[in-house]
């Protein structure tokens, strides 16, 4: 048996020695040398294999088990990293967590999706008042005056249990039944964090969100669930979290019984979490939520239209309403996922924010609903009826999606969300900006996809820009509906047909007109300004043109709240790479632009060109002339004849401009 060496431990009695080899006739010299050589390679090669397990318990401090053969096969199995080296913490607060991750890292910690994760909170708390009102339970939120009762949406059916269910758990006189928060609720929500990275997103749910039995933080990365660890320990949660190393791919597979299905998933990955959803559709529980991040915006936004159909199953275009069509693509990828296995999706919430977007769904069971995600009325779905080419511009139809078209949001639950965070706005520090976005969200046209934006509509014509208020107020005053939208500022949501949209574009030209002889006959604005508009657009703003969002001087849209923010770089071990992926973000930004000249460099640089008096020939300073130089002294003023005095803004001495 191997003995590691320890101290006044000699190698002859750690290790055996091999028995010295016969002698032959083949010369003492030359044999020594032979076997001196197989017992130097022979201790190299035990030494090596026997060293490793020791080190390797030294550094871990555990003894680490084997890899399934399995998951090594699948590459699945977690990655092995080299221990953290004892380096200087950050600790942040955030919400009611404090949290520690490495300075020298830090992708661990992104104050920008602070909105992110405080709007997470959020409807994960309404979500679980929605779920555990239909048992009875009511949640207590921390800064609520009373425990308020909840209308919740349910059929009949459901209402009926519902009522039959409180009416036998209630005796006459019992108080209803509350879950605090911090508190373990048996009949609680069962929650994963499926890329939990610090933990922070886990230890506030348990921290801030009431109703919960469990949290289950995952991250495949061993360094990340020693961060986990210690952050949960550090915020006294470990009742609550429950840190996991694996796959969260492999994590959720085994999560597919009914009975053993996750309430609550969220996937907040670096990049698409296309990779997960399969398995997040299966083992998220029936009616249960699913909350998924999208950061790979360039993908969405129609950079690489072949990427996001081998990821997302959906071309992608370029266009000013590409944040939108980023949230269909995702809730399209979604349902079909869920559809192989007879399960449907139905958007909560759906959010473009930022450098990201974010969808709260609900997962369904239900054959006949699979079969309308793909038909209406259980008939085969027709195309519209478009030629190659546009009739009003006359270019080419391109073709992208397939895109989720039914509603984003579901709007009762939105303003449950909106109501519970106006009435407690001290609960998050992004709360006024939440309800900035939520507002726009309830004045969205639900059943209106995808939107216009004012400064394309313009250009495509080669116009003025019309005010936000003049545009609406004529579509309203031609009998259509419009409405903002959350994902682009200057975005006009209406049903108005495309070609009513031009008319009142044509009617807008005539009062700031174009020159029509700078524009060319192919021109797409030349060919919509050539033909007459058939309504007559009345631009008289109208009271019901301003939104009340707008009106009120909500926060919808944030400026940017720090220096090179944006996402962060893919975490490496040890946290190395991230400060010298930032230094590089920061010198390659706007490098395409001029950088602005030094003033002393400038001086210098016009300093070489003569002044207008040289060309002229009247400049005293002859070949040593330069372009800015003053009145030499007067005693060193050559004589001149006498000249007349200059008069009122004319120059007092030579050389000067």
């Keep these: 048996m191997y003995r590691p060496p320890g101290p006044g431990t000699q190698l002859s009695d750690a290790l055996p020695m091999p028995s010295p080899a016969p002698r032959t006739r083949l010369g003492g010299q030359r044999l020594r040398r032979m076997s001196r050589a197989r017992i130097v390679l022979w201790l190299r090669l035990t030494l090596r294999s026997a060293c490793n397990p020791y080190r390797a318990r030294c550094m871990e401090g555990q003894p680490q088990g084997l890899p399934n053969p399995a998951e090594m096969e699948n590459g699945t199995a977690p990655r092995e990293e080299e221990p953290a080296s004892e380096a200087q913490e950050t600790t942040v607060t955030e919400g009611a967590a404090k949290i520690a991750f490495p300075s020298s890292n830090e992708v661990f910690y992104n104050p920008v999706q602070e909105f992110n994760r405080d709007l997470t909170c959020a409807v994960i708390t309404e979500f679980a008042r929605v779920q555990l009102a239909a048992k009875g339970i009511q949640i207590k939120v921390p800064g609520e005056k009373d425990v308020q009762k909840v209308v919740v949406d349910l059929s009949e059916q459901e209402e009926e249990k519902a009522e039959l269910k409180e009416g036998a758990n209630l005796a006459p006189g019992d108080q209803p039944r509350t879950a605090a928060v911090g508190e373990i609720c048996e009949e609680g929500l069962r929650v994963l964090e499926g890329l939990a990275a610090s933990g922070l997103r886990s230890i506030r749910f348990a921290q801030e969100v009431p109703g919960l039995h469990s949290v289950v933080a995952n991250d495949a990365s061993a360094r990340a669930v020693d961060l986990m660890c210690r952050n949960v320990q550090l915020n006294g949660v470990a009742h609550l979290v429950h840190p996991r190393q694996a796959d969260a791919r492999m994590l959720m597979y085994q999560?597919?019984?009914?009975?053993?299905?996750?309430?609550?998933?969220?996937?907040?990955?670096?990049?698409?979490?296309?990779p997960f959803l399969d398995a997040a559709v299966q083992a998220v529980s029936e009616g249960g939520l699913l909350c998924v991040t999208c950061t790979d915006m360039a993908v969405l936004a129609g950079n690489s239209g072949e990427t996001c159909y081998s990821k997302y199953g959906a071309m992608a275009l370029k266009s000013r309403a590409?944040?939108?069509m980023a949230l269909r693509i995702v809730l399209h990828s979604l349902d079909l996922r869920a559809n192989c296995y007879q399960r449907f999706v139905v958007p909560l919430l759906s959010v473009s924010a930022d450098f990201y977007v974010r969808v709260f769904v609900r997962v369904f069971t239900g054959q006949a609903k699979v079969k309308a995600s793909a038909r209406v009325k259980f008939s085969a779905a027709c195309g519209p009826p478009v030629a190659p080419e546009c009739e009003h511009c006359g270019q080419r139809h391109q073709l992208g999606g397939p895109l989720w078209a039914e509603p984003l949001h579901d709007l009762d639950f939105v303003g449950r969300v909106l109501e519970a965070v106006s009435t407690n706005p001290g609960r998050f520090h992004t709360s006024e900006r939440i309800r900035g976005v939520l507002s726009v969200i309830t004045e969205e046209l639900p059943d209106v996809p995808l939107y216009y934006t004012l400064d394309q509509l313009s250009s495509t014509i080669?116009?003025?820009?019309?005010?936000?208020?003049q545009l609406r107020s004529a579509l309203l005053h031609a009998g259509f509906r419009v409405s903002l939208s959350h994902a682009c500022k200057n975005a006009v949501k209406t049903d108005a047909p495309s070609s009513a949209l031009w008319d009142i574009m044509r009617c807008w030209e005539k009062e700031c007109p174009v020159k029509r002889e700078r524009l060319s006959e192919t021109s797409p604005a030349f060919r919509i300004l050539s033909v007459e508009p058939r309504l007559q657009a009345n631009f008289?703003?109208?009271?019901?043109?301003?939104p009340s969002s707008r009106q009120r001087g909500l926060k919808r849209f944030q400026a940017n709240p720090e220096a090179n923010w944006g996402p962060r770089p893919r975490a490496r071990p040890g946290g190395k790479a991230a400060g010298e992926?930032?230094?590089?973000?920061?010198?390659?930004?706007?490098?395409r632009k001029e950088p602005a000249e030094d003033p002393v460099q400038r001086a210098a640089r016009l300093k070489t060109f003569p002044c207008k008096r040289f060309k002229e020939g009247t400049c005293q300073r002859g070949d040593q002339c330069c372009y800015a130089h003053s009145s030499p002294a007067p005693e060193d003023r050559p004589e001149t004849p006498y000249q007349n005095p200059p008069g009122p803004g004319m120059a007092a001495g030579p050389g000067v401009d």
């Design 255 to 274: 999560h597919q019984k009914a009975s053993e299905r996750f309430d609550i998933i969220d996937l907040d990955p670096y990049g698409s979490p296309a």
């Design 322 to 324: 590409c944040h939108e």
């Design 462 to 469: 080669r116009c003025s820009t019309p005010s936000l208020l």
């Design 540 to 546: 008289t703003i109208r009271d019901d043109a301003n």
């Design 581 to 591: 992926a930032m230094e590089r973000r920061r010198l390659h930004q706007n490098k």
